[in-house]
């Protein structure tokens, strides 16, 4: 989970040491939480039931998943207004032209070659 948040995010969730506090700590017990739960449905026979009343484990999944629905969607608010503090910084000043040799161009293909 770790490298998936790292990547997909970019944020560090530290789950296998548990040093966050705060919003990734929430997210990642909420997510083990309902990874947990949603494996126990192959074993719950009423599972259905108890999603349809929304009751037990059930509720508490509904609720794991609106905890990570909304920290990734502040992970996205936060990018989006990144990209667009870097876009209005760029109107301004514009980049200079890339070098083509550099390693930012180069690394892609060395990972197509590998693959």
Not at 17 to 32: H, I, R, V, W
Not at 41 to 49: F, Q
Request: net charge neutral; hydrophobic share 40%; aromatic share 16%.
């Amino acid at each position: 989970m770790d490298s998936i948040c790292k990547v997909a995010f970019g944020i560090e969730v530290n789950s296998l040491t548990n040093t966050n506090s705060g919003a990734e700590a929430s997210f990642a017990k909420a997510f083990d939480t309902a990874n947990s739960l949603v494996l126990w449905r192959y074993y719950d026979i009423t599972w259905k039931l108890k999603r349809y009343f929304n009751i037990w484990s059930e509720a508490t999944l509904k609720e794991n998943m609106k905890r990570m629905d909304d920290f990734v969607y502040k992970v996205i608010q936060s990018r989006r207004h990144e990209i667009s503090v870097q876009n209005n910084y760029v109107r301004e000043y514009p980049p200079p032209v890339p070098n083509l040799t550099s390693e930012f161009f180069i690394f892609p293909f060395h990972i197509f070659i590998v693959c």
